[in-house]
């Protein structure tokens, strides 16, 4: 007769924990489920944003690049190495609207931040002119003055 109890009481408990195994596996499907969009947005942010940072990132170096050049040009005693060193002040200013471009691109709601700091990065070029034209006359104290007067401000 123990025996017999003891089945009743199996039975009991079992129909008791169903509706407990049913909300555990019900909870797994629904953690799947976000897990697995949780995974798709961090994927989309890292495709769209980081990668925009990144180009952001890399336009700033080609900014250092162009005042280590201009710089560069300024202090150049050597008329014959002047030419080539304007020649990469061009090639700088170039990759830098390239990699600008690819950031408006890759995070077109970034756009107008973008565009406001390529348009300072403008600003310099034209500004620079006047400091690249007299250190290619070899004026370059002159030269010096207008970068700490202008350029090397903005």
Do not use: W
């Not at 994927?43 to 180009?55: A, F, K, M, Q, Y």
């Not at 500004?127 to 030269?143: E, F, H, I, P």
């Amino acid at each position: 007769m123990g025996f017999l109890a003891n089945l009743k009481l199996r039975r009991r408990l079992l129909i008791a924990m169903t509706p407990l195994a049913i909300m555990v596996m019900l909870e797994s499907v629904y953690s799947s489920i976000q897990n697995n969009s949780t995974d798709t947005s961090y994927s989309d942010l890292i495709d769209t944003e980081v990668e925009g940072l990144r180009s952001v990132s890399e336009a700033r170096s080609h900014t250092n690049r162009f005042g280590m050049f201009l710089f560069e040009l300024v202090a150049e005693t050597d008329p014959a190495k002047r030419p080539a060193i304007d020649a990469e002040l061009d090639k700088v200013r170039a990759d830098y609207q390239s990699v600008i471009a690819d950031a408006l691109i890759k995070v077109p709601g970034r756009a107008a931040e973008i565009r406001a700091a390529s348009v300072l990065f403008d600003r310099v070029i034209e500004d620079s002119r006047t400091v690249r034209s007299l250190a290619m006359a070899g004026n370059n104290q002159l030269a010096l003055n207008t970068i700490h007067g202008s350029v090397s401000q903005e």
